[in-house]
């Protein structure tokens, strides 16, 4: 019966990364996420570097979620992770948003085009300050 449960709970765990995995992947391959990130940034020639990044990263966090490690780093690589973590976040979410062009069809359907610099603005200060109150008190 335990061998039995250990079989049943490597294929069910299988079976979700997979579905997660070939879900992320159609996310980014469907929207060109990566050559448009690429394109923003004008690095064309970062592409290559930009998926291994990504897969790299996915992989190596996924091993360090299973192994239950707490990482301790001094507070300025900490603080330089997080610049880069979020930087990368940001670009991805501004990539997405283009692509899929959320923010020109709300505006329209809202008579928001004169504000668009103000709101536009204020997500990102908003993005800034929720990241910041999560930092200081989660």
Do not use: C
């Amino acid at each position: 019966m335990n061998l039995f449960h250990d079989l049943l709970l490597i294929l069910i765990g299988l079976a979700g990364g997979t579905v997660v995995g070939g879900g992320f992947v159609a996310f980014i391959t469907v929207l060109d996420i990566v050559p448009r990130l690429a394109q923003v940034t004008r690095t064309p020639q970062m592409i290559a570097l930009y998926e291994y990044s990504i897969g790299l990263g996915v992989l190596f966090f996924t091993w360090l979620d299973f192994r239950s490690l707490s990482l301790s780093m001094p507070g300025g690589f900490t603080l330089i992770v997080g610049l880069f973590m979020g930087v990368f976040v940001g670009l991805l979410a501004a990539a997405l948003t283009e692509v899929v062009n959320v923010i020109p069809i709300m505006a329209r359907r809202l008579n928001l085009e004169g504000y668009m610099v103000y709101f536009l603005l204020a997500m990102a200060l908003g993005k800034v300050a929720g990241s910041i109150v999560e930092w200081m008190f989660f």
